[in-house]
């Protein structure tokens, strides 16, 4: 059996190409909360769920969600792939991402409007627009 961050990049992947929609939950539409839900129900880590959430996420929740069900880890950890990131837009903590180290470089796998699907890039194209500002670990990893 692979180790679990393998399974979650896998089932992360596998949603690559899917439409972005909020609050969706399936291959019919998924937004980058679901991506990172859906993995962990992929990988029997959970069945827990949240769509009570607008699009003008409140930032106290997002974090307070993050760290009832994923272990924050601090900046000192070695990074690898399956590891959540918390990405800031505009000073606000609002983006999910799951992270794919398999490469020389680091891409990420999310759900965006902008994009209007699941994508993979490189994480460094974000850099500019964007801030990773924690890090958090599924279960087990």
């Known amino acids: 059996m692979k180790p679990i961050n393998e399974q979650i990049l896998?089932?992360?992947?596998?949603?690559?190409?899917?439409?972005?929609?909020?609050?969706?939950?399936?291959?019919?539409?998924?937004?980058c909360v679901g991506v990172v839900i859906l993995a962990a129900h992929k990988c029997g880590i959970t069945t827990y769920d949240t769509v009570n959430y607008s699009q003008r996420p409140n930032v106290?929740?997002?974090?307070?969600?993050?760290?009832?069900?994923?272990?924050?880890?601090?900046?000192?950890?070695?990074?690898k792939s399956g590891d959540v990131l918390m990405f800031s837009i505009r000073g606000h903590p609002c983006h999910l991402s799951v992270l794919d180290m398999q490469s020389k470089i680091p891409y990420i796998i999310h759900s965006t409007e902008r994009s209007g699907k699941v994508i993979r890039e490189p994480l460094c194209n974000l850099a500019k627009s964007i801030h990773h500002i924690k890090t958090f670990r599924y279960a087990g990893m």
């Open 10 to 31: 896998d089932a992360v992947l596998e949603m690559v190409g899917w439409p972005h929609r909020h609050a969706g939950r399936n291959k019919y539409g998924v937004d």
């Open 60 to 79: 106290e929740n997002i974090l307070r969600e993050m760290k009832n069900h994923l272990k924050q880890i601090g900046r000192q950890e070695e990074l």
